[in-house]
């Protein structure tokens, strides 16, 4: 089918009486940054939607990318048509017969503005319906609860025939709900997380730990590739503060409470967190953490750990089992990085029996021994290397070797 | 000299030499190595992968390197069927397939699975109806060459890929090492599922293979070991030979289509000229006017025909002597004294089966080099006409 127009709806921010206009002018914002590439588009705002015009641009093509923007619920390719009994009639009948699967019941929406046309909208519901009818004998009419609803728009200058429609990702449009900083290990969790932060509506800057040389260049480069794929989403670019942990993490394994070693760098990573956040002006802190699922992750651990900082923790995939996170990392492309088999600094020193139940005044009393812990966290802010990640460019590996070579 | 044997062999450019020979000097390191220089061998690798991607319109993680295009074609093929083989034991192929297809379906029917092998026409085409008709429910393959390797017909692939659509379970494999470069290729939009492509046909190194695997399929490795390219080709990468394929197809893919017109004009003049020469009988479709589109029957770059009566080998040797390389059938099987099975199955008769000539056209060919090959036909023909051997 040769689709002429592309309705988008907007998601759940529609409801919100006041902030209404604002969601909506950054939406609009947000799909022409997205589909910039395709000159010929005409986008246009109405009431709670956005029609984009093809002008012979690849339907493929952009439905691809408006399945992954924020803030965009649904989306329907459209068939544009002369007002014309037969050729309403034959469009919807093309429109009914791209659909992906075949449905056993419809029901047809008229919507006639163009009052000129000759047929009311109760006849046309007929004239087009039947028709359909009788070209798919399978099909039935279901007016309650139809499993397809064909509609059908006679405008004055022309009719605006479709009936598919793709869901997109939801949520709210960029940065329209402020800005957090996500802890990004280069594990499976936490570009799942910074997905759906970002999928909120937050702006968010990266933070990833590296304990180099316990961690290697390719876990690094690992982090860079998945910071890429994030960047990619808003299409905007995406900072990525990479903080050298190393000297952090070997004095914790001096102190002999090896059972609190994870305890202590989680405790220490946050507080440079919050205050990386604090310099850009971010107000959240969003980390990758699933109640039970490793020992920092219990409800004592995160407890003794998130009262090192005051910024409020977000944790979005806290409820969420493995196998629901895997599967969304696999739908957001970041599962094939992720599992790269490169040590991040969160497995490194791992005791054989880490505590799931530490105590936060043995706790504090341990860092309190800790030489120097104070101005190692004030090193690491000061020493931290902050790369800017612009969409659309080439990864690292597209600047590998010589140009000319390719 | 002119060298008319393309299809068999293409001269590597001069770009692509280079640029092996600078990455073999510099990049000897196992892309496998934790070290840096492991790690610049392997960005290298994954940024040819990127390029063929690019070059083809597909994502990233489609793309295997292989040895070649035999390598390809037998990877794609058992290892789909090893992985599949519950699902289905039946298989569709044609008979004109290059033998590193059709082999191996031979040896699949002794694993148990039951082959139909689809007749073409006498212009070496098989009917996309054709194969709608040999799918069962026990089907899960199709394999269907692009460009036919000895006399250029084109198969009907974005039609069978279209039929195919319908039925889910059935994997579709496309051998391309002869249309890549000369034809249009939309392997997203014709439902290919398997594509197997080769860097020395466009003017890339020997020893590399492409296999396309659609996201979603599936393959059992025909190789064990070390686990590289994802498991799917263990073995240590070939670097400066792939980086300086990713170069090759993507030229090839770039320029392909002034490049392909300029043959379809070299292949016009030909075919023309043989024409004119009662002795000699060409094999397939001559030019049509829809040539340039979508439509053609014959690939820009290859010209069959025969001279019933005589051997072979005595053309090509004698074209020899005045400086013009070309093949009998396809160059693998070429030194086989046994009728060619492709111009067989075409229905020719076992006397034009058995003396075509085949000459395949580059980049370095122009319209002096076709009316040279022109004369030269005439003055030899002239000459072996006393020693025809009619039936």
Known sequence: ?406 | MLYFDHCASTPPREDVIRTMMEVMAKHYANPSSLHQGGVEAGKLLERSRAVVAAAFGTSQAEWTFTSGGTESNNAAIIGATARYRNKGKHLITTQIEHPSVYDTFRRLSNEGFRVTYLPVNEQGTVAAQDVAAALTEDTVMVSVMHVNNEVGSIQPIAEIGAMLNKHRKVLFHVDGIQSVGKLPIALREWGIDLFSASAHKVGGPRGVGLLYTRHGVQLEPLLAGGGQEQGLRPGTENVAAIVASAKAFRLALETREARSARMFGLRRRLVRCIGEIPELVLNGAAVSDEELSMTAVMAPHIVNFSYPGMKPEVLIHTLEENGILASTKSACSSKEDKPSQVLLAMGLGKERASSGIRISFGDEHGEADVDYLCGKLNEVVARLKPFERKE
């Open chain 1, 1 to 406: 089918m040769k689709v002429d127009m592309i309705m988008v709806r907007f998601g759940e921010y529609t409801i919100k009486g006041r902030n209404r206009g604002h969601f909506e002018k950054r939406i609009v914002e947000q799909v022409r940054r997205m589909l910039r590439p395709f000159v010929a588009l005409q986008i246009t705002r109405a009431f709670g939607r956005i029609y984009i015009t093809l002008n012979g641009e690849s339907y493929e093509l952009i439905s691809a990318k408006l399945k992954h923007i924020f803030g965009i619920m649904s989306f329907s390719p459209v068939r544009k048509c002369a007002s014309e009994l037969e050729t309403i009639r034959e469009t919807a009948l093309e429109v009914m017969a791209a659909l992906p699967r075949k449905p056993s019941t419809f029901k047809v929406t008229m919507r006639r503005v163009d009052k000129s046309f000759p047929h009311d909208s109760q006849e046309m519901n007929h004239l087009v319906g039947g028709h359909v009818l009788r070209a798919m004998p399978d099909l039935k009419v279901n007016v309650k609860q139809p499993e397809v609803e064909l509609r059908i728009e006679i405008q004055p200058e022309g009719t605006y025939v479709f009936s598919e429609v793709v869901p997109a990702a939801g949520g709210f449009p960029y940065g329209t709900n402020g800005k957090a900083v996500l802890l990004l290990s280069g594990g499976i969790d936490s570009p799942v997380a910074g997905y759906l932060a970002m999928r909120k509506g937050l702006e968010l800057e990266a933070i990833h730990f590296h304990s180099f040389p316990f961690t290697s260049e390719q876990a690094k480069q690992k982090v860079i590739t998945l910071a890429q794929m994030l960047a990619e989403m808003n299409g905007v670019p995406f900072k990525l503060h990479m903080v050298s942990f190393t000297e952090i993490q070997t004095s914790f394994t001096q102190c002999n409470q090896d059972h609190l070693i994870i305890t202590l760098m989680r405790r220490a990573m946050l507080r440079i967190a919050e205050r990386l956040a604090e310099r850009s002006g971010a107000i959240g802190i969003v980390t990758g953490d699933s109640l039970g699922q490793v020992a920092s992750q219990t409800l004592p651990s995160m407890n003794v750990i998130g009262r090192t900082v005051e910024l409020p923790l977000l944790r979005p995939l806290i409820t969420t089992d493995k196998n629901d996170i895997i599967r969304m990392a696999e739908q957001i492309g970041t599962y094939e990085t992720s599992i790269l088999p490169f040590e991040d600094c969160c497995t490194l020193f791992i005791p054989k029996s880490p505590s799931t139940n530490p105590n936060l005044n043995v706790v504090r009393k341990v860092e309190s021994f800790v030489p120097r812990l104070d101005e190692m966290i004030e090193e690491a802010i000061a020493q931290t290397e902050t790369l800017v990640i612009t969409p659309g460019e080439s990864p690292e590996t597209a600047k590998a070797g010589k140009d000319d070579w390719f």
